[in-house]
């Protein structure tokens, strides 16, 4: 029971990651530092994909899978859960590279909408007499 509600666990962690790294920027118009968190998250999960390499989570929650009586999976995280989901035909490589550059492109873009609010709100602030200190 403890090992499966382990790997459960890790994999609501590895979909939590996946959700950080594609759309995480957007939290940093709140919390700028959360910046430092994301970005190399970002790159992280983008390597792992471009490379196709698995993430250690996935072996991770096999083996506590396999430690609670059930059986694992092969292939990574993404293979397993997501494409299913999202792509229902088998992981290529191919298909594997394009989401880890999607992940880039989509992160450029929002970044570069950040960037865009930063500027325009330290325009807006500095028209209105903004804080000298």
Request: aromatic residues 14%.
């Amino acid at each position: 029971m403890l090992y499966q509600l382990g790997a459960d666990l890790l994999v609501l962690i590895h979909l939590a990651f996946i959700v950080f790294v594609i759309v995480g920027s957007v939290a940093v118009l709140r919390w700028p530092w959360f910046v430092l968190l994301h970005i190399p998250a970002v790159i992280w999960g983008a390597v792992v994909m471009i490379n196709g390499w698995l993430c250690p989570l996935s072996p991770w929650e096999n083996s506590l899978r396999h430690l609670a009586g059930q059986e694992g999976y092969s292939g990574g995280f993404i293979e397993y859960y997501i494409i299913p989901l999202i792509y229902p035909m088998e992981l290529t490589r191919d298909t594997q590279v394009l989401a880890g550059i999607i992940v880039v492109v989509i992160n450029l873009c929002l970044y570069c909408f950040v960037i865009y609010r930063l500027m325009r709100n330290s325009a807006v602030g500095n028209e209105r007499g903004g804080d000298k200190y």
